[in-house]
């Protein structure tokens, strides 16, 4: 049962251009989302995240959306960069486990073209 | 700081055989996990911990055992390595946040490839 699906596995976007990644969840208990990206051979790196409490939130070139109604959220990238072609992981986190743990997408390996 | 970091970087096990993957961090960190990445699945939570002698489990606990004798170390222990444990272990921690409902970044450490033929 994957309570937390990225249904692309892969995206592939020109530099300069948006970039957007999706997350749905169906655990309504999850209240804490959280974007990490991942260079091959290296571990995750925390990017973003966001509460439930809000619908936005921004920090430089990236932005998470989450709209709750649909138990969806996405990471908007602009502009996209070279630099930015990794994997991307959307995680979760419920208000049961006091944040101690997280639930984990598929991930989406993002490539940025010259 | 060295951050959060595990050894041995790569393993090859025999089926049957046991070892530990040794995890440690220098940030005085209270929560540590434990996670395997497969292809096609993301990370996946073995075990974790919230604090020293206290540990709990994840997702997919079967085949590992863990302990938390120290705040800064956290090893996995595979008791009869299996094939289908050949994997990417990624040891984790963050800080216990201060209040509810936050949420303090976890930081990852680099990985194990482990390989059982």
């Known amino acids: 049962d994957q309570q937390v699906k990225q249904n692309s596995p892969s995206l592939s976007v020109q530099e300069g251009r948006i970039s957007i990644l999706n997350c749905d969840y169906t655990n309504s208990m999850f209240d804490y989302f959280l974007w990490y990206k991942k260079y091959p051979a290296e571990g995750p790196t925390f990017l973003i995240s966001?509460?439930?409490?809000?619908d936005k939130n921004e920090d430089g070139r990236f932005t998470v959306f989450l709209n709750k109604s649909a138990k969806h959220l996405s990471l908007h990238i602009v502009p996209s960069q070279p630099g930015d072609s990794a994997v991307y992981f959307c995680a979760a986190s419920a208000r049961e486990t006091s944040g101690s743990r997280l639930t984990f997408g598929e991930g989406t390996q993002l490539t940025v073209n010259p | 700081n060295a951050g959060v970091t595990q050894t041995p970087k790569f393993q090859v096990l025999k089926t049957g055989q046991s070892m530990t993957l040794q995890c440690a961090q220098d940030m005085n960190h209270e929560y540590m996990s434990w996670y395997r990445q497969d292809p096609g699945m993301g990370l996946r939570l073995i075990h974790y911990s919230v604090g020293a002698g206290i540990t709990d489990q994840g997702e997919v606990p079967n085949g590992y055992n863990v302990s938390r004798s120290t705040t800064e170390d956290f090893p996995l222990r595979l008791l009869s390595a299996a094939p289908s444990q050949t994997s990417v272990y990624f040891c984790?921690?963050?800080?216990?946040?201060?209040?509810?409902?936050?949420?303090?970044?976890?930081?990852f450490g680099p990985g194990t490839r482990l390989t059982v033929l």
């Open positions: 984790a921690s963050r800080r216990r946040p201060d209040q509810p409902r936050v949420h303090n970044e976890q930081f």
């Open positions: 966001i509460s439930s409490i809000k």
